[in-house]
């Protein structure tokens, strides 16, 4: 039976179920759901059993289990796991195996959850649909002929189609929120540093977070208690405590100011987004939370800003992949200089090219000045907007994406139009601070439309408090997609 990853651990934690059960039923949902699905790009089969073995002799010792006992779990493949291949969706890191595990996949497993594989993304985490994924494309369990949604497309698609029910992603630009919405769950981008990136496959590192997906609220606030803190190994992480957020989830949200940007409901927007986010909203308001307009005018920026700075830093990071190291290595008989760009032509695809160049270029002498310094100071910009902002309101609610999932090949031949696809969630991602999507309804043609809850920097609680309101409410219940139920 499929369960809530709350519910999921407390009964293996109770001994009501076995975690090998749980392994066994899931991998034949796997087996029946992923040739429609495409979630995966490695069914990690017998580790995923062995670590549901494991958890299971762990509780016939007698020791306690921990908060994700025998929960299957989905690992996004830009993140490390021990011995599992590892390729962030580009076949330039064909068949590298690494040698540890990123810390929140080493976080997962010592809280008891079973990892089941790694998930389709788009390469490097660079896109909005999954379809630059250098292997395979994405189905939206909603729709099978429309995009997950992206970069971290696979691991909700997973979790949409109820074949686990959580999973790892990662956000730079919007790659959790996004699919969490276009998907019909939950998806959580935490404040700039609450989580360690030790381990993820950089992609834009001023930016890039990792974050849990789960069916319901409670599950994803209980990943995210197991994932945050500081981490040793990553400098960039925050030293501050970590809240309940479990518990947070019970929180009243009376009092609560809540403020809509007003930004976020300009053009652009579809019609049913505007009125399902707007019934949320007003589902806010019969719980006793005050609703008021605000402004971020520096919006519009944001999606110049954002494809600026993170093309600059992507070109950087992805410097690291030039044959020696790991992966594809092309032409090692010719010169060094050959062999680098032999391999960097044939291991990385056309979008992951097209960054690099844009951010070589903004970062060149002479054009350094007007794109990458401007960018920066715009961004600042941007992240006073949201302070202002929450001077006057607690938490802003606005739409995650302007649409629904969009068709597989609907924009892949306009890059302009991808990118803008990302225009609600960029501007959290520039400022730091946490923001997540919970599904608040559903299209008249049955597509899944998201509510973006952003807080002040560390205020996850708050989301999450917000968040649970909003799903116990009648109105705004989404559940599964049909057929895979
Ligand atoms: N869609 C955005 C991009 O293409 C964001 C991706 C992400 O968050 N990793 O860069």
Redesign the pocket.
Known sequence: MFDSIVRLAESVRSGERSAEGVATETLARVDAREPSVKAFLHVDRAGFLEAAKAVDAKRARGETLGLLAGVPIAIKDALCMTGVPTTAASRILEGYKPVYDATVVAKLRAADATLVGKTNL?EF????SNENSAYAKVHNPWDLDRAPG??SGGSAAAVASRMCPGSLG??????IR?PASFCGIVGVKPTYGRVSRYGLIA?ASSLDQVGPFATDVRGAARMLQVLAGHDPHDATTLDAAVDDYEAACEKPVKGLRVGIPREYFGEGLDPEVDVAVRRAISCLEQFGCTVKPVSLPHTKYAVATYYVL?TAEASSNLARFDGVRYGLRKEPDRDLRNMYGATRDAGFGPEVKRRILLGTFVLSSGFYDAYYLKAQKVRTLITRDFEKAFEEVDVLCAPTAPTTAFKIGEKTHDPLAM?LS?IDTLPA?LAGVPAMSIPVGLSASGLPIGLQIITPHLQESRAFAIAAACESHAALQVGAPTKFA
Do not use: H, L, N, V
Request: hydrophobic share 20%.
């Open positions: 788009d985490a660079m896109g909005s992206g970069s990662s956000d730079t630009g919007g790659s996004q992609f993170a990118y990302d991602s």
